[in-house]
Nanobody, 119 residues
Framework: QLQASGGGLVQAGGSLRLSCAAS????????IAWFRQTAGKEREGVAC??????KTYYDGSVKGRFIISRDKNTVHLQMNSLKYDDTAVYYC????????????????WGQGTLVTVSS
């Protein structure tokens, strides 16, 4: 089970940290990714971390602003310099194997957490 938390309301330029806690299994040798979705749009991958080698991957829209990291069985997404366009429901997902920012790769999802950035 994955439990996402940390969403909220923040002004543009501010920061938030999302967390995704795994229970019932270990995140070793998994890819864990964060996605976001707004109404009427497909779920978009923003960041992924591969726990087997620690490599991280980012969508170009967040590169340099977001940082994905792992602390034992929790994965964090530090979001800095937030923009209005970052407003979305954010989801974490995991599966065994390589990182991907394509949502169909993942079979295990947490519930969403809403991030609202005011302009």
């Amino acid at each position: 089970q994955l439990q996402a938390s940390g969403g909220g309301l923040v002004q543009a330029g501010g920061s938030l940290r999302l967390s995704c806690a795994a229970s019932g299994f270990t995140l070793d040798n998994h890819a864990i990714a964060w996605f976001r979705q707004t109404a009427g749009k497909e779920r978009e991958g923003v960041a992924c971390i591969s726990t087997s080698d620690g490599k991280t991957y980012y969508d170009g829209s967040v590169k340099g602003r977001f940082i994905i990291s792992r602390d034992k069985n929790t994965v964090h997404l530090q979001m800095n310099s937030l923009k209005y366009d970052d407003t979305a429901v954010y989801y974490c997902a995991t599966d065994e194997g390589r990182c991907s920012l394509w949502y169909r790769t993942y079979g295990h999802w947490g519930q969403g957490t809403l991030v609202t950035v005011s302009s």
